[in-house]
């Protein structure tokens, strides 16, 4: 018999990034926090999928914060504009990771 397959969903994730050789972040930054949306069937298959598409991207991860799928973030009353949906949509049409956002980090404020 054979096993079914799990449904792709796909999750709200925030990672952050420090700094490495050849990563693209402006001079000066120190980092990057970055809104992305990525497939898998379970938040732990699309965490990893994103922090070795962003290795091969020359990022350095260093930390992921997930915040669910669409009908969960819904449900803890999020309020998700229709751009953010279209990119989820996309992030699940071609089982990919989709970068939104990227905010990169100057110093630590303490200046």
């Known amino acids: 018999m054979a096993k079914e397959k799990k449904q792709q969903q796909v999750y709200t994730l925030v ?3 420090g700094r490495k050789t050849g990563d693209g972040l402006p001079k000066g ?3 990057a926090g970055l809104m992305v949306y990525a497939s898998g069937v379970d938040e ?3 965490v ?3 922090v070795a598409i ?3 991207a020359d990022l350095a991860p260093l930390d ?3 915040y669910g799928t669409l009908d969960e973030r819904r449900d803890l009353g999020h309020e998700i504009p229709d751009e953010e949906i279209a990119l989820m949509q996309r992030a699940a049409d071609e089982n990919s990771v989709i970068v939104a956002q990227m905010t990169p980090y100057f110093g630590d404020g303490d200046d």
């Open 15 to 17: 990672v952050e990034v």
């Open 29 to 31: 930054a120190t980092g």
């Open 44 to 46: 732990a298959e699309a």
């Open 48 to 50: 990893r999928e994103t």
């Open 54 to 56: 962003l290795k091969q």
């Open 64 to 66: 992921v914060q997930g």
